[in-house]
């Protein structure tokens, strides 16, 4: 891999994992009814929020396989198309039905816990980051239920968009 690919691409993962951090951190400070509040009806609540922004990251690796269980998949026409749309509405903070089952939250789990399957979910990422080669920068291995398949890039991409648009949406909550 070219160093300064690699460098930007752990720049980029190394904010997003700060950014993810702060946010944690800013949970931590308020009480259990405050993050179990919810702002309405069809809303989710601040724990939930962090619960559905770790389970996107944690669907979308594939629940953290082996490095030697990804495989490359074929990405189309209309992936590349869908990745743009996706894109697009979490740039806008439209507000769409979760993908996939699995990214939906319950609500139903500790702070703590979210933060420690998030802490685990980095580090794998961290570690595979820093043991990419040139073959693998480019595969796409990684899989969005809308997207389809992703490359690490596009994966730290989509985290850091996907995380922006939902601290847009909550960021009056916290005053």
Known sequence: MDNNEFRELEKRRQSFDQKRNAFLDRLETLSQEQLSQKPGPDRWSLLQVAQ?????????????PER?????????????????????????GIRVKVPSPAMEPNGDTTLKDIRNQWDNSQAWLKEFVTSLDNQTLDRPVFSHPVSGPLTISQVVTLADVHFDSHMKKIEDRFQ
């Open 68 to 92: 030697s269980a990804l495989v490359e998949q074929n990405r189309s026409i209309r992936d590349s198309i869908m990745s743009f749309v996706v894109l697009t509405i979490l740039r806008c």
């Open 52 to 64: 559905h922004l770790m389970l996107g990251e944690f669907e979308v690796l594939q629940q953290l």
